[in-house]
């Protein structure tokens, strides 16, 4: 599994649209509408890079409004739910 976050910036009137394309597509997981830099934050979960390629180039470049991305690529994965569950004994 390849998990990817992808940074967006969106045209103001395209956000909601964008968003709820987003969300429609297989391939992403999440999507936040975030403070700061960026408007939208996508997680995207696929089985290769190649699907990563085609995600982001592809299926993202077609949404209208999406003026840039950042595409970052998860090597592992920490979460606390995941830490808690590691180190239970049972209780």
Do not use: C, P, W
């Amino acid at each position: 599994m390849v998990t990817a976050l992808v940074l967006l910036n969106i045209e103001r009137k395209h956000i909601k649209d964008v968003s709820q394309q987003l969300v429609n597509m297989q391939e992403v997981s999440e999507v936040y509408s975030v403070a700061g830099r960026y408007d939208l934050v996508a997680v995207v979960r696929v089985k290769s890079n190649e699907q990563i390629a085609d995600t982001i180039a592809g299926k993202f470049g077609a949404l209208e409004g999406i003026t840039a991305t950042e595409t970052l690529i998860a090597f592992n994965t920490y979460s606390r739910h995941d830490l808690e569950h590691m180190f239970s004994i049972g209780e």
